[in-house]
């Protein structure tokens, strides 16, 4: 019988061998589950839509001073940028800091020029003062400077799907696997979760996982995954499941805690051999018990925070009106209230010592085919907001050595323009936060940007990646607690990259 | 034992009587109530009763022949009974102080203020309005299907604020959702809302030396989501496979690039330039123009050169429009697009997972009608709907049949089979006190995760691919895609939306409708549970004192037991196609009988928590 997707396609490939491959890996990896000692866990934000990073990450070197940065620096950058260019202007992160605390009195929102959206988009970078990142960080995007420069986070650059190293040369020969679908939305985005990026039908990585460690997760209402926004790839596994939440207070179903509970989950359970009314009823039945106990546990501890926002509200605080970010459009508030959760989340894991989880949250709206200087600055400021809140949430919950936060997109935009936005591109930069990791500097390379150049997939600045996925979140998934043996089951690709005969030399310098 | 040998039997009888189904013959009560289930926003009562003794193929021609209000569209925006229509006239009645909200406005005129955040509620009243109330179930249920696969969405702005754009895209779907694919394919690429979702609308030929390239989004989209898909298929749904055993992609990026460039040149018709949107400038109820060809002959927005994609070949110096055609000709010519559509269509109205031989059935339909035209959607609906592997409930194994229903049919099912109808809101300045009723439910997508025409991406509320974590499912290759928003916390949120509708929403409560609570968002759907207070109390001899009685009748039921029993049936018909499981019966019937039942209000909470149990039941989520 077929086991699974991911078998099935090996099974194929195989042409009938039978191997029990993954019994066997499944008993080592329990051994590694139950060395875990220390709660850990993995936030995976997904920016949905494909972030156009050159906007949020703005390469900043002078091409013409150091040719190291030829096609490479902000005039490349800006010439393929009509309209919807970052200004070369430095702005300085001390100038509108006390303690890093914007100084509102003195009208010092930082992205603030005449109150639109279009002209904070627009104004200037603040430079990487304290390293040697050859990138500027949006002016939206104070928090984001402070971070790296406190070495709290780093840049990962030219991060993309890829099956091998390819050149362009080899992209246009065809002499090289590259993923499928490139630069449809879903399909990039599920083969980043799916942990293969030749592979659209598998499992998720996280699922792999969570398959591995089922028994640790068996007696308990928590999960290994757990998703803020439905039911990503990432977290689907063979048998283990996970939770799937919503921001804020896990909420019950009404009335059903009594005898209209007790036939609620009668008429829900069926002896029948009926397997969608079986599946559908134990869905049911699992909504109303896990969440009734998950509410207790969650309405029984609640974390407070000393420390304060930029603003100087509390943290996490979410602004409904646009006066305090000055800009048009107020923010989503989907990431913000999505993280807070998570911390809360976080403490509940931990106090039942679970050997780690993965959470999943999205923000959404990044697909700026037009209007991209209005409906960007949004989104920038509440990842922003959110990823500065939640570093100090987990310093005060002591959580920041357990805990790596890393962002992820469809795929980055094209480093030219169409009227007013981008579309779909290739590699894009991302960030990676945590108490472990290397902060403070660009992990990966600073590709040739150039339309038409050495690392254009086609015409139109669609980079290919110089660093897969699978790279970053192998030494990720070994950081939790799974051993290198079976690294390579869960990320097939990952010795493709390898430089040397060791697994390890194809993990991505993050920790 | 002996009951399980029981089951079988009934089982195999079944299917012998089953096996003799065929459209044209009569459909029993359960049958009739089914197609309805399927192919309607949900069996009512009276729907169930005028089908039953009839035929499946009989009601279908009725469907789709009936006087259509999608006739005549030269008066749309007086035709109340399209969405545009409803929409102008609840605005025109609550908003009688604005001009720009009169039933004289012209298109440009109308919601030019542009601020008027209410008015997206009352778009979806008017979608209610069609959903819940029209004769024409079947159109609005085609339209409802097509509006998840050609996907817009009032998540991009400006259309949050300008939903006339909203209404007036709903409308080509439903006009054309008896006609053909290419001409909705014309009508959904050329509309102000396509336009600005997937902003077509403002792209242009790169200019001179500017880097700047045309827009590439609904150059994709059109083809991975509205026609053609990412992979080759064969006419049963299939990929196909080359030599070497792999998938082969339907198109190249450079054929996405040239496409785009083909695209360029198309805005929503404004006075002032080309591509601009925004709340209180452009005309967003009829199609956008050819800007270089309608509106300024000297303007070049569209890249009139020649270009290359999918094999075709397009010479220099066509118009955007002339393009437009060439591209929708060439993308409805190709082999994908009847199992493409084809399988969307069976998953919305039947099952998740169709076998092979159901989708090549259907796709050949969608190929040639008979008379030699592809796309033909009547025809095609027509072979979904009447195919065994629809009409027989048996055609499939236990597990392999039907589909887990989405969250907005489970409501509006409920909805209908206890007589909904709007609320007046008297909002009115003038204070008038007849106002038309509304269907306001304002926080429909917070209860359900859906809304129609309210996705969040042009992916839809839930992927035709998704299979959940469960090894019956893994193992088996079956999807169940509504699963994914039937679950976790948006499960509990949509069983407390029901909750909340159920009690708040009831013609017998005490709840205040009037003007005092219209400001603070409530839900207006109210549903008609007294003539089950009705029924029952008329089994008690409408004397509350029988509730104790101990005399029995033939059946051996006291009067409590018999008003139960008849509830239950009622409750079978309304919300079970008249086939309520026994063990959804007899747990019903043991829970009412421990319940008091001394008073009205004491039978309708009975009666309330009879219903959001059985709405929160694994039988009610499913089609079978």
């Known amino acids: 019988m077929i086991k699974s997707r991911r078998d099935f396609l090996k099974t194929s490939l195989a042409l009938g061998l039978i191997a029990p491959f993954k019994l066997s890996a499944t008993a080592s990896a329990i051994a590694a589950a139950t060395s875990n000692t220390n709660y850990k866990a993995v936030v995976f934000i997904s920016l949905v839509g494909g972030n156009d990073s050159l906007s949020m990450l703005i390469p900043n070197k002078d091409e013409s001073a150091d040719s190291n940065f030829e096609e490479k620096g902000y005039d490349t950058y800006s010439s393929q940028r009509d309209n919807i260019a970052v200004a070369n202007n430095v702005l300085s992160l001390n100038s509108y800091k006390t303690g890093f605390n914007l100084d509102l009195d003195l009208h010092g929102n930082p992205y603030h020029v005449d109150g639109t959206s279009d002209s904070a988009f627009s104004k200037g970078y603040f430079s990487l003062d304290n390293s040697d990142i050859p990138y500027g960080v949006n002016s939206l995007m104070p928090e984001i400077a402070h971070l790296i420069n406190e070495g709290e986070m780093s840049v990962l650059s030219n991060i993309g799907n890829l099956v091998e190293p390819i050149t362009k040369a080899q992209v246009q020969a065809g002499s090289k696997e590259y993923p499928p679908f490139l630069f449809a939305h879903n399909l990039q ?31 308990s209402i928590y999960e290994f995954g757990v998703s803020y926004a439905g039911t990503p790839r990432l977290l689907a596994g063979d048998k283990s499941s996970f939770l799937s939440l919503s921001s804020g207070e896990p909420i019950v179903a009404n009335d059903y805690d009594g005898a209209l509970g007790d036939v609620l989950i009668d008429m829900n359970t ?11 009823g134990n869905i049911i039945i699992n909504a109303k018990n896990s969440f009734e106990e998950l509410n207790n546990e969650w309405t029984a501890s609640t974390p407070t925070y000393e420390s304060l926002d930029p603003y100087g509200n509390k943290l996490f605080s979410t602004y409904v009106e646009s006066t305090e970010t000055e800009l048009d459009i107020s923010l989503r508030n989907e990431l913000l209230p999505q993280l807070e959760t998570v911390a809360h989340m976080m403490t509940l894991g931990k106090s039942h010592s679970l050997p780690g989880q993965i959470f999943y949250v999205e923000l959404n709206g990044f697909d700026h085919h037009s209007a991209a200087s209005s409906k960007h600055p949004q989104l920038m400021r509440e990842l922003s907001l959110a990823l500065y809140s939640f570093n100090k949430a987990m310093k005060e919950l002591g959580l920041n050595d357990d805990v790596v936060t890393i962002t992820t997109t469809d795929f980055g935009r094209t480093a030219v323009q169409n ?56 030494p990720l998934v070994n950081w939790l607690g799974v051993g290198e043996g079976e690294l390579t089951n869960i990320f097939p690709n990952l010795e493709n990259f390898k430089s040397s005969d060791s697994l390890s030399s194809a993990f991505a310098d993050i920790f | 034992m002996f009951h399980r040998l029981i089951t079988l039997s009934i089982l195999l009888s079944m299917a012998t009587a089953c096996s003799d189904s065929s459209s044209n013959s009569d459909l029993d009560a359960y049958e009739a109530s089914r197609l309805l289930t399927q192919a309607t926003f949900g069996s009512t009562k009276e729907t169930a009763n005028d089908l039953e003794s009839s035929s499946a193929s009989g009601w279908l021609d009725k469907q789709f022949s009936m006087d259509s209000a999608y006739d005549d569209l030269s008066e749309h925006h007086l035709n109340q009974e399209t969405n545009l229509g409803q929409l102008r006239y609840i605005m025109s009645v609550y908003s009688p102080e604005n001009d720009a909200y009169s039933l004289n406005a012209s298109d440009e005129e109308f919601n030019n203020e542009g601020t008027y955040g209410v008015m997206r509620f009352y778009q979806m009243a008017a979608t209610y309005h069609l959903f819940l109330t029209s004769e024409e179930q079947l159109r609005h249920r085609m339209a409802y299907a097509l509006s998840q696969l050609l996907v817009v969405s009032t998540s991009e702005t400006p259309l949050s604020r300008r939903v006339e754009a909203i209404a007036y895209y709903y409308d080509l779907l439903a006009k054309n959702a008896f006609g053909n694919y290419r001409d909705l394919l014309q009508d959904v690429a050329t509309s102000p809302a396509m336009g600005v979702f997937l902003s077509l609308n403002g792209s242009q030929a790169s200019v001179g030396s500017s880097s700047t390239k045309p827009d590439e989004n609904f150059a994709r989209e059109v083809m991975q989501l509205f026609t053609i898909g990412l992979v080759e ?34 805005s929503v018709d404004n006075s002032s330039r080309f591509g601009r949107v925004g709340n209180t400038f452009g005309i967003y109820t009829k199609a956008m123009v050819d800007w270089d060809l309608e509106k300024d002959e000297s303007s070049e927005y569209h890249d009139s050169g020649a270009k290359t994609y999918l094999g075709t070949t397009v010479s220099a110096g066509l118009s955007a429009t002339e393009e437009m055609t060439l591209l929708l000709d060439t993308l409805m010519a190709h082999e994908n697009v009847a199992p493409f559509v084809s399988k969307h269509l069976i998953q919305h109205f039947v099952t998740s997972n169709p076998s092979s031989e159901y989708i090549e059935r259907v796709a050949s339909v969608f190929n ?13 609906l027509r072979a979904i709907l009447l195919d065994d592997e629809a009409r027989n409930a048996n055609a499939y194994e236990e597990g392999q049949a039907g589909k887990v229903r989405e969250p907005f049919l489970q409501l509006t099912d409920m909805l209908r089979s206890f007589n909904i109808q709007g609320v007046s809101d008297s909002k009115n300045v003038l204070g008038e006190p007849i106002m038309p009723p509304l269907f306001l439910n304002y926080r429909i997508e917070g209860y359900l995760s859906q809304a129609p025409l309210r996705s969040e991406t042009v992916f839809n509320f839930f992927s035709p691919n998704y299979t959940p974590s469960d090894e019956y499912f893994t193992e088996n290759n079956l999807v169940l895609p509504e699963m994914e928003i039937n679950q976790g916390q948006k499960l509990v949120t949509q069983i407390n939306g029901f909750r909340t509708i159920i009690r708040s929403g009831n013609l017998d409560s005490d709840y205040d409708y009037s003007c005092e609570t219209c400001g603070t968002y409530n839900d207006l759907l109210k549903m008609e549970f007294s003539p089950l207070v009705e029924l029952f109390k008329s089994e008690l001899g409408d004397d509350y004192e029988n509730n104790n009685s101990t005399e029995v009748d033939d059946e051996g039921l006291t009067p409590k037991q018999r008003a ?21 019966v007899t747990l019903l019937t043991d829970y009412l009988e421990t319940n008091t039942m001394g008073n009205d209000y004491q039978i309708k909470i009975a009666i309330w928590h009879s219903i959001q149990l059985l709405t929160s039941s694994n039988e009610f989520k499913i089609l079978k």
């Open chain 2, 233 to 266: 298929l064969n006419v049963d749904g299939s990929p196909k496979l080359n030599d070497d055993g792999d998938l082969i992609p339907t198109y190249e990026q450079i054929d996405i690039e040239n496409i785009a460039r083909s695209l360029s040149g198309w």
């Open chain 2, 564 to 584: 139960i029993k008849l509830l239950i049936e009622e409750l079978s018909v309304s919300l079970m196609n008249n086939n309520m499981p026994e063990d959804y």
């Open chain 2, 368 to 380: 040639d009608n008979g008379d030699g035209e592809k796309g033909d959607l009547e025809a095609t």
């Open chain 1, 189 to 219: 985005r599920r083969v980043i979760q799916t942990g293969a990026a030749g592979d659209i039908y598998s499992n998720g990585w996280a699922g792999y996982v969570a398959d591995l460690w089922e028994d640790s997760f068996s007696d």
């Open chain 1, 419 to 474: 009227s007013d936005g981008t579309d779909h591109a290739w590699g894009a930069q991302q960030l990676i936060m945590g108490g472990c990791i290397q902060g403070g500097k660009m992990i990966g390379e600073l590709p040739s940007i150039l339309s038409g150049g050495e690392s254009d997939s086609g015409t139109s600045g669609r980079i290919i990646p110089t660093t897969s996925y699978e790279q970053v979140f192998a």
């Open chain 1, 270 to 280: 069926t002896s029948e051999d009926k397997p969608l009314r079986n599946f559908m």
